[in-house]
């Protein structure tokens, strides 16, 4: 009580009637329920990770909604701002043990466990078991390799299991129909099902098999670690459950599961790791680094302008769970003002309440009516537009409308989401009759019960919602303000995924930020932004250079300053830890790129009867230690200064091609980093592909489209046979977004396996349609394929330039002529001039320009403002 009150005092300054209520009424329920203690030790380990520097989370679930929570800071969303209730959390009537599940910056997660260990002692702290159990198919394998069955035979009944258990499978073979309901009437599945119902009445070692699995499937198989449970006993943890030492850990683990912990009564904690959470503390400490300011994310300001309008673009790449392509086309549809419409979408973004959000969006923007079945539900489905969207709204208008306490509000919340069918045939007639005594339509009522019910399954959780809105928030908040910090973050917290790296740097790249290689002389070991405000790449994402040596680096550089050529860096920089292999390895990327002296090639190849430049730095680098230690410098020649061993000498050679270089830094760090192999086609790519090769990846997205165009680089390839000997071959593609691999057959495989060569540049069109063999799969049918340099001779027929007719004056006309005199060609040239005002466009062919359609001139007509302009094809 006493830290309830001290904490109020900091959160509201002024503690009104309404806030004094509300925290009586919670410290009471706490008092009664008997879970004092269970709030003082999470309040005790969530102010000792803040202590540590370790972040936490404003809160997660339902813990959200207590005030107390808030005011002694466990949680860090004002609950009686946002409507949240304390009784979706504990009331009197709940008999289930509460749950605070609290967020942790995934880095600092095992710090905050090592607290609890050391307060409570490592023999009253455990981890919580998990049992793994067989499924269907693992069963079918693991007694087929006792059986002896051959490996093809068990692969092949594995593989008639449907998505059932074997033991359902089995009692449906009774009732053919009620089989193909739960199959959903899928032909192949119920043909799959039905044969391997036969092969079980049969009396071979298949038979055995089938039978065997179906008596061991859901048995124990292994056991696991619970991922972020911990229990917490008032003394020695053997004293209230069985225990085992855990797997990769020196804590013990509980022999009893969730589920039985649980009803035991013990008190579980919930430390989760949350990466965003990192990935935020990141930022500040980048944004520290670069501008001198410490931010706060708890204090960002919830209103801000310039975050919201980043929502409203929908460019929330990188922001916290609203980074998906359908939640940047709602956000762009929903544009939103308020963070109630954050909180929202949050929530309504989920498979079953997704139908809702168009509606939501014309609500809000007055292109649909908001009503309400009642006046009376106004008070709490405003902030919806009328709609459902939430729990705790179907808690507070029970309370409202029918006079519901507190406690049967959320028995009302439990028995909707669960669909418990014979406690809600109790409470209906009960909302019916309190409700239409305070004077509502029974009818209404009707309706608004059946309403509740349809939505009550998906209506979520707002308190979870809430604070999960915060944090993206907190995202877009650093994102608007910090872009290149903030992306510097995201990419090192992705740093282990080269498609996630490659994906937000194409994200960097629209944004207008470049993406710089690694340097010796700028980059840490994640990724940072320099000066310039252009993010610099982490030295440890280059496989081979090893945490040592850029730990050594960074060390070093900070303490004495830039390094000035590669004998001074090779000096420098500890031996033990920088190998031959290791600078191979930053040449490779090209982190020795700033030493403009010498070229990567120079680094890595040498000419004939010569060595490298990377063994020459080596050598004399060892040479200077070697004077050093045996201190054979003159007494004049400036000590330790090795100024008298004159620099090797480097002989000139060619360096790497684009492409060669490219490829070299693919092999050391997994992409392309100083520019990709596809740039040469840039005019192709934007000008004929409607699709990117990822996207092939769920043909649902792209099958409305009449022909789908693609572009890419071959990076494998592979001639194969089938089990019937028929030829076939595997095609994978890459482009900017990532790659695809095309399965080729019969007459395609003849017809297109001459372009199975790598390196080789391809432009492919195909259309989507549905696969041979199976009902409701679609597939990608190629049409053809053709090299990607002939895609401009055949395909660009001329260019067609707009200009808006109050930017037509001489000057422009005499800066296009001057460019169309320098590109002259075959392709034709057009202009449309439009007036605007009069809604007229006027088109205008010119014979006497015929142009050469190059990068250069696209190039040069990209610098003039005053026009747009785009290809022809044929």
């Not at 002024?14 to 329920?33: K, M």
């Not at 040479?623 to 100024?643: C, D, K, N, W, Y």
């Not at 980093?673 to 740039?679: R, V």
Request: some cysteine; proline content about 4%; overall charge negative.
């Amino acid at each position: 009580r006493h830290l309830t009150y001290e904490g109020a005092k900091k959160r509201y300054q002024e503690i009104t009637p309404e806030i004094q209520e509300r925290l009586d009424f919670e410290l009471e329920t706490i008092e009664r329920t008997g879970y004092p203690g269970y709030f003082l030790i999470v309040q005790d380990f969530t102010r000792a990770a803040r202590d540590m520097g370790v972040s936490v989370g404003p809160g997660r679930g339902s813990a959200a909604g207590s005030a107390v929570a808030y005011c002694i800071g466990i949680t860090n969303v004002d609950p009686i701002e946002y409507d949240l209730l304390f009784e979706r959390f504990l009331n009197p009537d709940r008999v289930s043990l509460p749950d605070i599940d609290i967020d942790f910056d995934d880095e600092g997660r095992g710090k905050v466990i090592d607290y609890v260990i050391k307060k409570y002692g490592s023999n009253q702290v455990a981890q919580i078991i998990t049992y793994g159990t067989m499924a269907a198919k693992s069963a079918i394998r693991d007694t087929a390799r006792v059986l002896n069955l051959p490996l093809p035979e068990a692969g092949r009944l594995a593989n008639l299991v449907p998505d059932l258990k074997l033991k359902t499978l089995f009692e449906l073979a009774k009732n053919k129909s009620a089989l193909a309901d739960k199959l959903k009437g899928q032909g192949e599945l119920i043909q799959k099902a039905e044969e391997l119902l036969r092969i079980a009445q049969g009396q071979d070692e298949s038979a055995k098999t089938v039978n065997q699995a179906t008596v061991l499937e859901g048995s124990v198989r292994n056991t696991g670690i619970h991922a972020c449970g911990v229990i917490i006993t008032p003394d020695d943890i053997t004293n209230f459950v069985p225990v085992a030492l855990a797997k990769d850990s020196d804590m013990v683990c509980t022999q009893f599961d969730n589920s039985v912990v649980e009803s035991a009564g013990l008190l579980k904690m919930d430390f989760l790791g949350l990466k965003t959470l990192t990935l935020i503390k990141d930022a500040i400490k980048i944004v520290k680094e670069r501008h001198g300011i410490q931010l706060d994310a708890d204090t960002f300001p919830i209103d801000d302008e310039k975050t919201y309008e980043l929502f409203q673009r929908g460019e929330t790449v990188g922001i916290f769970q609203y980074e998906s392509p359908g939640m940047q086309k709602y956000m762009r549809d929903l544009k939103p003002t308020a963070f109630a419409d954050l909180i929202a979408m949050n929530a309504l973004y989920r498979p079953g309440p997704l139908a809702y959000i168009p509606e939501f969006i014309e609500r809000k923007h007055g292109k649909k009516e908001i009503t309400y079945d009642l006046e009376d539900m106004k008070e709490y489905l405003e902030e919806t537009y009328g709609i459902t969207v939430y729990q705790e709204q179907v808690m507070l208008l029970s309370q409202k409308l029918a006079g519901f306490t507190k406690g049967e509000a959320d028995v009302l919340r439990k028995a909707m989401g669960k669909k418990q069918k014979d406690v809600l045939d109790k409470m209906k007639p009960k909302f019916i009759e309190q409700a239409a005594a305070k004077g509502h339509e029974p009818k209404k009522l009707e309706k608004i019960w059946t309403d509740w019910e349809a939505f009550a399954s998906y209506a979520f959780n707002k308190s979870h919602s809430t604070c999960y809105a915060w944090v993206a928030y907190q995202t877009a908040y650093l994102k608007a303000h910090y872009p290149a910090e903030y992306m510097a973050s995201v990419l090192s917290n992705n740093m282990n995924d080269i498609t996630q790296v490659t994906f937000f740097m194409e994200e960097c790249k629209r944004m207008g930020i470049p993406v710089l290689g690694p340097d010796v002389n700028e980059s840490k070991g994640g990724f940072t932004v320099n000066q310039a405000g252009e993010i610099r790449f982490g030295m440890a994402a280059i496989k081979g250079a090893g945490s040592a040596a850029v730990d050594d680096i960074i060390a070093e550089r900070e303490k004495n300053g830039p390094f000035k050529n590669i004998f001074e860096f090779a000096k420098r920089v500890n031996s033990r830890a920088l190998n031959k292999k290791t600078m191979e390895a930053l040449a490779m990327a090209g982190s020795f790129d700033c030493f403009t002296e010498h070229h990567r090639r120079q680094y890595l190849e040498a000419p004939e009867g010569d060595v490298t430049l990377i063994e020459k730095a080596v050598k004399y680098a060892q040479r200077i230690q070697q004077e050093e230690e045996s201190a054979q410098v003159s007494l004049f020649g400036g000590a330790g200064g090795g100024m008298d061993i004159p620099l090797p000498t480097v002989n000139p050679m060619e360096p790497f091609s684009q492409l060669q270089q490219l490829n070299i830094e693919k092999e050391v760090v997994g992409l392309y980093i100083s520019g990709h192999p596809l740039d040469q086609y840039k005019l192709e790519i934007e000008s004929f592909t409607n699709a990117s090769l990822p996207d092939l990846n769920d043909l649902n997205n792209i099958r409305s489209k009449t022909e789908i165009q693609l572009a890419g680089i071959v990076t494998d390839f592979a001639h194969r046979t089938t089990k019937n000997g028929k030829p076939f071959g595997t095609l994978t593609l890459e482009d900017y977004q990532g790659g695809f691999t095309f399965f080729l057959f019969g007459e395609d495989y003849v017809k297109y396996k001459e372009y199975f060569m790598k390196g080789w540049f391809l432009f492919i069109k195909g259309k989507v349609g549905q696969k041979k063999w199976a009902e409701n799969e679609l597939e990608f049918k190629v049409g053809s394929i053709m090299l990607l340099s002939e895609v401009r001779g055949k395909m660009v027929k001329g260019l067609r330039v707009n200009i808006d007719l109050d930017h037509l004056n001489y000057d422009l006309m005499e800066k296009l002529e001057g460019i169309t005199e320098k590109y002259k060609g075959d392709a034709k040239l057009y202009f449309n001039v439009i007036d605007r005002r009069e809604n007229i466009t006027l088109e205008l062919f010119s014979k006497r320009f015929s142009i050469n359609p190059c990068e250069e001139l696209m190039g040069e007509l990209k610098l003039i403002p005053e026009i747009a302009y785009k290809v022809i094809s044929s």
